[in-house]
C-alpha cells in the first residue's frame, strides 16, 4: 500500500482515527505534529494550493472563534497562509499527503479514497 504522511496532533481524536482506519487497511503513515515537526511556511502555501482555504481553513474550531473579525477576514482576502502558519490549530486535521495529492480533514470524502 501506500506510504502516507499524516500532518495533525497526537492527542486528536480525528487524527487518530485516521491513523486507526489507514494503519488497519495497511498503509504505511507516518505522523508528523503539525505544530512542532512541520516546517508550516513551506507546507501551508502547498497545502491551500491543493486543497484551498475553504477545506484547509477549520471555521468549527475554538481558534478560529476566538479570532477578532480582521483576522477571519485574511482569509476571503487571500491571506490564510499567514494565518494559518502563526496558528496551526486552525488546519483542519488532519492534513494527509499521498506523495501525489493532499487531503484536509478525515470526511467520508476522504476516507473513501482510502
Known amino acids: 500500500m501506500a506510504n502516507l504522511t499524516l500532518y495533525g496532533l497526537k492527542n486528536c481524536d480525528t487524527c487518530k482515527k485516521a491513523m486507526n482506519a489507514l494503519d488497519k487497511d495497511g498503509h504505511d503513515v507516518t505522523l508528523v505534529d503539525i505544530r512542532s515537526d512541520t516546517d508550516l511556511a513551506q507546507k501551508v502555501p502547498l497545502w491551500l494550493k491543493a486543497v484551498g482555504p475553504d477545506a484547509l481553513v477549520n471555521k468549527r474550531s475554538t481558534t478560529w472563534r476566538n479570532?477578532?473579525?480582521?483576522?477571519?477576514?485574511?482569509?476571503?482576502?487571500g491571506q490564510a497562509a499567514a494565518l494559518l502558519i502563526h496558528n496551526p490549530t486552525l488546519i483542519k486535521r488532519p492534513v494527509i499527503e499521498t506523495g501525489a495529492d493532499v487531503y484536509a480533514g478525515w470526511t467520508k470524502d476522504v476516507q473513501a479514497v482510502f
Open 67 to 77: 479570532l477578532d473579525t480582521a483576522e477571519k477576514s485574511q482569509v476571503e482576502q
